[in-house]
Each structure stands twice: as structure tokens, then as C-alpha cells.
């Protein structure tokens, strides 16, 4: 089981927030700020305290570290292509790689490079996991923003295509390949006093137990920050159920039961108004009496207020005036009846009404005075009348007929509905609405209570208000704008009664001397919620500070690190050994830092392992305060180089830019070393550096190792797209005769086309590059690769195939001083005319006869020298005052 695999099975059992850290370590160089803040904030919620943010822990799993590939599995990568959401990389591209040996990508700044470098370190799980890959911010985002690209492997010989998706798991079979960067060089030295080198996933150990120290010391902060001086409530401390609670305050005191005692409701608060007065009174029982008479007439008053409420309320309301329709009505009926009556006799206008009901009711009890023993309806028409005294004659009759309207039943029942309403009227003309409250009672109460002495008041106006509308309606039957019925202030007057009688009994018991103790220790437990009551939010949020502060020494509890250092020597026990020492001091020693050594260590610490392997330095200072950019960097890529060589995995390795910083002869070390690495296995290089480009081509041609070199370049369609052509100046010479003619073809068709400016500006670079093709030609066919610029060393042995004689210092001389006539800013400043396009090409074509023959010459040179055949002498060569060819 690799160390990456280790790890993974250990976190698993780790706490979430842990494994979060893990996950973060694993796969940046460096945590962030806002990396500390999310993790601190995960061990906090962990232990209870909740994260406003609502982060969720996203630990360690399966698809962030490389699967496990079998030895006998052998994968390699063929292309990358339908890169989507890359940056600006060109869609529908492809980017292609040598199954076998060695393969070149050149690219120069801004030409999508780092795109496919992100990509491909995404996919194969790199161990630098940091870099966001963005879309391109030229176009409208997409609603599916994740980069996506498909890759064509080879596996066990079987061409498949696997598709990765950002943000998804890698295909598994992607992470046989190794990627080494800028960024994965820099998690190899370790920021401490020594260079240890541990494979890669070991170091998480160590760079844990530091995470959690700086955990440790943020929480240890919060913890002084939350401290509680608690000397601010010892005031409260006492024999009181407050006090009992203010003594044993901490993080376990309920908040409920501060909350609880220190808040009051009315009654309490008047309960310990009442007893510290009783307890200062001089004479309680005259007091006591005092209190009981006063209450005594207030209770009255409440009795009074309480009855006079039902006289005027809605009841009464709605009586009366059922009352008053039901009359009314009746009314109505009577006089209807009156009117059919008027309608038969000849009578005069109102009989039958009001008014001669009243007259006929008088005249029927006259009559029992005035005509003793007859009875009214039939008195002899020959008797008086009792109203006008004349002789009745036919009026008896008419008298009869009369009392037998009156007798009809419409008109005794509205009669009758008239003396009801008559009833209930009456007394609410007369209604006293008065409560009995004199004024020096209410003066008394206003003192008391000054609410309960208005409300009196606006009780009984607001009963003479009501009175008097009802009695409105009742005359006019009209029932709107009736004010309701007001509050009855009886209420609170017995509670005026019920507060001056406690009064009383706590004067009379504060005259007792064992009432008295009981009085006093009431009063004391209402006076220590007083005080409560008066900084309960501030105990309350002291409690809460506490809580805090108890769950932050939870959190420091489960930062101890045994257990990561426990692991971290378990592990590291099986992986450091001699084996990895030997294979770091050779890689050393191939790029060039073979003056440095490490060995192997044993030592313990916070979260570090008990082996490790040191870098024998002269100074116990920091690496990377001792070694030079070049230095660190050869270690990184030697630290790099030794796990490929200790594992079992036959996978390729991909490096960007590995030789950043390096000078000239370190990158032919790192060259060498690359070379030697693909003659076993399939090696990918990315590199902006033309002259390690050409080292790594020289390199592989002398080990007969197969390099494919291309490069990548921004075109219309956008970035990274890839072709077989190097830059002009990675070309060898035919490369460049070639490029050239290429160029002419493009410059005679702006010769045609009338395009004079540009047709001269292109003309003026070809001429740029064919004094380059010169030089090239110069130190690559004449000279036979014997000197190359930048190489370090002069390969005598090519020596047998160099002649140079007069004429090719004449062709040299004339091709190099015909484009320096066009290659300087002369051409241009001077208004020179520039060759038109057939004069172009015949000096294109020069050149390219001449390298034809010299590798004709030199070969048969070659031949004739290892045969010991004697070849003639070259002429000496004229002294002529030609151009110096630079080089």
C-alpha cells in the first residue's frame, strides 16, 4: 500500500474537521488565510460552537489521491484533446505525446501552456491540487462552468479514451502518471531549520501537528479573549437563592434560572416595596389599622363600581331597544286599527290616537265617581255625559262602540308593549352614576395608585355619557354613535384592597418578632433578585462566555498530537530507509548538487517522524536561506526523480518547466537525466526555454532516444493549440531553410497583391532569419556540431568530418553580409529597397546548396580520415575584410 493510501485509511478515522485538514494539506504547498479560518471554524463547530457561516468538513476521500495502480499494469498517455472551460484554450485541439521516450512541448509565455500543465495535473492527481481552473473570461460563463477534456491512453497495449470533468473524480487509470512543477518543488523543502526529504504524502504528518499548533495557539487567544472577571457580581453572594447561584456561578449554570429570578412580575415588585416599608415603619399596627380602614373604603367603592356596570352594558342596551321596536310595532298595529275605526264613523281627526286614549281612559274612570253602580259602556242615554255633562241620548252608543275599539286586541297590545318600555326607561332617567368615591377617598387612592384614581373618574363620565344616549335613543329610536361600555375600574381597586391589606398584615407581622425573621428573609431574597434583575444579561452572557471557553479547552484536548506522531513513525518506518538514501544521493549527484548529502536520522517531535532523511549542511539555518534558487530547485526535481525510482509504478512522468532557475550547466545535467529516464519509461516536458529545448533534442539524438518535439502557440482559434513546428529558433538548419521558404511563398503573394509596407516589413524579418539559418549552419553542418553555443563541453571526436576551405568563407562571408544589408534597422530608416521575392529565394536556395554541399563534402571527409586515406589539403584562406560571423 503506497503512503498516499496509508494516509487515507488512517483519516478516515479521524475526526471530520481533521480529516478537512488533511484534504487541504494534501493537496496545496501552503494553507491560506481563509484555509486557517475554515478549519478553525470546523473544530469549533465539532465541538458544539456553530459556525455562522455554516461551513461543512469535506475530509480525505478516495478520488483526491492517486488510485493504486498494479505493477504488471503498464499505461501511457497518448494525447489530451476537447479541452473544454480551459482557460482560453482552443476547443476540438489536441495535444499529442510519444507513447515511448521522450516528448517536447514548447511553449513561450501566454501561449496556453499552464492550461494543459492544470489540466493534467487536475487529472493525474499531482500533489499540488491549488490552482483554479477558470473558463474563459472572454466568453458569457456557461451554465456547466467545470473544465472537461478527454485523454487518450494506452493501456496494457489497448488504446481507450477516458473522459476527467473538473470537480469530479479523475479517471483512476491517470494517476500512473507523475507531474512535477514550480509548485510541487517548493513542497520538498520543508520550512525549518534542516532539509528532511519525505515521500510525498509522509510530510501531511508534520504539516498537521503545525496546522494544529497554530489551531492551538488562535483557540488559546479566544480563550483570553473570553475570560470572564466574575468579581463584579460577589456583591450578589449570600445566604439568598441568588446568592447561592453567584457563589457557584460557571460555563454549568442554567441561563433559564437567571432569567427566571431576575425578572419580577408587578405583584413581586410591590411585595418588596410593601415589606422594606413595613420593615422601616416605627408604629406598624397603627398603620396596620389605618391601611384596613382605607381598604376597607376602597373595597366599598369597587362593590359600587361592579353594580353599576350591569345598569348601563350592552344588555340593557339591547333590551331597551328590543323594547322600543316592540312598541313600535305594536304601535303601528293600534293605529292601523284606529284608522279602519275612523274610517266607519263620522269622528274627528286624532280619535283613536295617543291623545284620546289618554281622554278616554280619564272620561272611563270619572265615570265610576260620577255615575255610581253603571258600568261605563252602558251607561242610559238619558244619564250626562262624564266629560262634556250633557245628555248622552245617542252618544251612549257611540261610548259603547268606543270602549270596544279600545278593548280590541292591537290596542291593549301596544298599550301593553308601552307600559314595558315604559318600565325599563324609567329608571335609567333617574340612573345615579356615581360610584361612591368622596374626594378624600379618591384623593387618598391618587396618592396610592394615581391610574386607578383617573380611571374612577373617567369610569362614572363615561357612565352619564352612556346613560344619556340611551335615554336619546329611546326617544328617537336612534341607535348609532352609542359609545360602548367603558372598563370598570373595580379591578383595580381590589387590587388596591388586596396590596393595602398585605401592607397591613406585613405591618402587623413586622410588629411579631418571629414574623419579623421571616419578613426580613423574604425581603431578602426579593432585594438579591432586585440586584439580579439589574445585571441579569450581564451573568447571563457571562455564562455564555464561560460555556465558550469550555468547549475551546474541549477543542485544545483534541489537538494533541501523539497520535499523528505515533502514525507518522509507524509509516515512516517502512518507507525511510537506505534504499531512499542511495537513490536521493544519486540523483544529487546526476544534477549536479553532489556536494550534498543526506542521511539518515532518527529524532522525535510534534508530529514528525523518528526517521528522516537530513541534508548535512555546514549551518543550522534554512535551506533556503544557505542554497541558491538553482539549488533548491536541483534538490526538489532529485527528491522528485527518487520516489519515481523506488516505486513500482512503470508509469510516465510529466515535468513543467523543470528547469527554471537552473543555470546553463545544470540544465544539461537535468537534460541528461530526463533522457536517461526515457529510455525506460515515457517521459513529457513542457518547457519556455528554447535552449533546453535543443539540449533535450541533442541529449536524446546522442542516446538514441526517441524525442517528438512541438510546441504550442496562441492562433485565431485560440490558445494552446499545438503543431509539429518548432520555433524558428529550435529548428536545425534544414528546419530553417524550410521555415524560410515557407515565409517567401507568403511575401511573394503580398508582392502580387500590391501590398507594398508589408510585403517590405516581411521581407526585412526573412532576412533576419536567414542570417540566423547562417549562423545555425555555421556551428551545425560546417563545423560539424564540434561547438555548440551554451554547451559546455567540445565534442573533439566530430572533428573528423570538419574541412573548411576558401570557398565556404566566401559563401559564409556573402550570405551573412547580404542580410545584414536588410536585418538592420538600416534596411527600414535608409528607405533601402528590399529584394523582391525570386531575389528572396535564390538566396534561400544558396544556402541551401551549400548545406547540401558541405554534408556531402563531410562525409566523404569523414570516410577517407577513418580509413586512413590522406584527403587534400584545404587552401589557405585569403585574408579577406568580410563580416565577422557571430556566434
Known sequence: MSVLQEVLMWSKGLPAWQGDCVRRLLGQESLTQQDFEDVLALLKADHGITDPQGRIASPLNEDQIPVAIKPTTHIELLAVKNLVNVNAIAPEHSLAFAPQGLTVIYGGNGSGKSGYSRVLKRACRARDQSETIYPNANHPLPVDANARATFSISVNGVGIDVMWTDNQPAPPELSSLSIFDSRCANAYL??????????????????????????????????????????????????????????????????????????????????????????????PKEKANQLRLLAQRISVVAGTALNKSPQVDQDVEQGLRQSVEDYLLAKSAAELAANKFKEQQNLLPGTGGDAWRELFDAARKFALESHPGQDFVSLDPNSPCPLCQQTLNDGATRLARFEEFIQQEAEKTSRARRKAMVE??????????????????????????????????AYERALGERRDQLVDAVKSNNWTGITPPSSNPSSGLQALVN??????????????????????????????????????????????????????????????????????????????????????????????????QVALQSRSGRGKMLHKLKLELPQSRNPKDLLSEGEQRAIALASFLAEVE??????????????????????????????????????????????????????????????????????????????????????????????????????????????????????????????????????????????????????????????????????????????????????????VAVPDPDELLNDIQALEAWRLQIETRSTATSRARKSGTPSAPSPPLASTAGEKIEG
Open 190 to 283: 520543508v520550512n525549518e531549520a534542516d532539509y528532511s526529504y519525505v515521500p510525498h504524502g509522509l510530510d501531511v504528518f508534520e504539516r498537521l501537528a503545525a496546522l494544529q499548533q497554530q489551531l492551538k495557539t488562535a483557540i488559546e487567544q479566544e480563550q483570553r479573549e473570553y475570560s470572564v472577571d466574575l468579581t463584579a457580581f460577589s456583591p450578589m453572594q449570600g445566604k439568598t437563592e441568588v446568592g447561592r447561584m453567584i457563589a457557584a456561578l460557571s460555563a454549568k449554570t442554567n441561563p433559564d434560572t437567571v432569567q427566571t429570578l431576575g425578572t419580577f412580575s408587578e405583584g413581586e415588585l410591590t411585595q418588596h416595596t410593601t415589606i422594606g416599608k413595613s420593615l422601616q415603619e416605627n408604629n
Open 499 to 596: 396590596q393595602l391589606n398585605q401592607q397591613a398584615l406585613n405591618l402587623e407581622q413586622a410588629s411579631d418578632e418571629v414574623a419579623r425573621i421571616q419578613l426580613q428573609q423574604t425581603y431578602a431574597e426579593l432585594e438579591a433578585r432586585v440586584l439580579l434583575s439589574k445585571v441579569k444579561d450581564a451573568v447571563i452572557n457571562a455564562i455564555s462566555r464561560m460555556n465558550h471557553t469550555a468547549i475551546l479547552a474541549k477543542c485544545i484536548t483534541s489537538l494533541r498530537t501523539n497520535a499523528i506522531s505515533t502514525k507518522a513513525t509507524q509509516i515512516g518506518e517502512t518507507v525511510i530507509s537506505t534504499s531512499l538514501q542511495d537513490a536521493l544521493n544519486a540523483e544529487f549527484k546526476a544534477l549536479g548538487v553532489g556536494g550534498l
Open 646 to 831: 523506488l516505486s513500482e509504478s512503470s508509469g510516465g512522468i510529466i515535468f513543467d518547466d523543470p528547469v527554471s532557475s537552473l543555470d546553463h550547466q545544470r540544465r544539461e545535467r537535468v537534460a541528461a537525466r530526463l533522457v536517461k529516464e526515457a529510455a525506460r519509461r515515457q517521459v513529457v516536458v513542457f518547457t519556455h526555454d528554447i535552449y533546453f529545448l535543443c539540449v533535450l533534442a541533442e541529449q536524446a539524438d546522442s542516446a538514441g532516444v526517441t524525442a517528438l518535439t512541438q510546441s504550442i502557440s496562441r492562433r485565431a482559434e485560440g490558445f494552446g493549440v499545438s503543431t509539429p513546428e518548432l520555433p524558428f529558433e529550435g529548428k536545425n538548419t534544414t528546419g530553417r531553410i524550410g521555415s524560410l521558404k515557407t515565409r517567401h511563398q507568403h511575401i511573394a503573394k503580398l508582392f502580387r497583391q500590391g501590398e507594398e509596407d508589408e510585403h517590405r516589413r516581411q521581407t526585412v524579418e526573412a532576412y533576419v532569419l536567414l542570417r540566423m539559418a547562417w549562423e545555425r549552419a555555421v556551428e551545425e553542418v560546417l563545423l560539424r556540431r564540434v561547438v555548440l553555443r551554451f554547451r559546455k563541453g567540445i565534442e573533439t571526436q566530430r572533428l573528423s568530418e570538419v574541412t573548411v576551405d576558401d570557398n565556404d568563407y566566401v559563401q559564409v562571408s556573402a550570405g551573412m553580409s547580404k542580410c545584414s544589408n536588410y536585418a538592420h534597422d538600416k534596411a527600414m530608416a535608409g528607405d
Open 424 to 457: 325599563k326607561y324609567t329608571p335609567l332617567t333617574t340612573l345615579d352614576v356615581t360610584i361612591g368615591l368622596d374626594e378624600a377617598t379618591h384623593a387618598e387612592i391618587h396618592v396610592l395608585a394615581p391610574k386607578v384614581a383617573a380611571d374612577c373618574r
